[in-house]
Nanobody
């Protein structure tokens, strides 16, 4: 079983930036497709970004394209989500997970971690 530990969230003003990290246990990280998700209060969890294990292809929710960048460091078993030009509507708990494929819709495959809270003030 893979363990997922997200970090890097916080409180920022609109227009600000954050970089989220997700540390993944497991010996096969380099062969995992990975995704970032978020869940705002009272809303369903939604897929935000993903990255494939072959070729590093990336995919994004339309509303974050051009503002969010997903990347991975296989040597560190870590996936990142760089977020710029943050908006109040980006406020949510952000989670990472192993996904079946990197193409949307994302299909999470492991138990969820605790997530990391991102709050964007207007």
């Amino acid at each position: 079983q893979v363990q997922l530990v997200e970090s890097g969230g916080g409180l920022v003003q609109a227009g600000g930036s954050l970089r989220l990290s997700c540390a993944i246990s497991g010996h096969s990280f380099s062969s995992y497709n990975m995704g970032w998700f978020r869940q705002a209060p009272g809303k369903e969890r939604e897929s935000v970004a993903s990255i494939s294990w072959i070729g590093g292809s990336t995919y994004y929710l339309d509303s974050v394209k051009g503002r969010f960048t997903i990347s991975r460091d296989n040597a560190k078993n870590t996936v990142y989500l760089q977020m710029i030009s943050l908006k109040p509507e980006d406020t949510a708990v952000y989670y990472c997970n192993v996904v079946r494929t990197a193409r949307f819709p994302l299909d999470p495959r492991q138990p969820w971690g605790q997530g990391t809270q991102v709050t964007v003030s207007s």
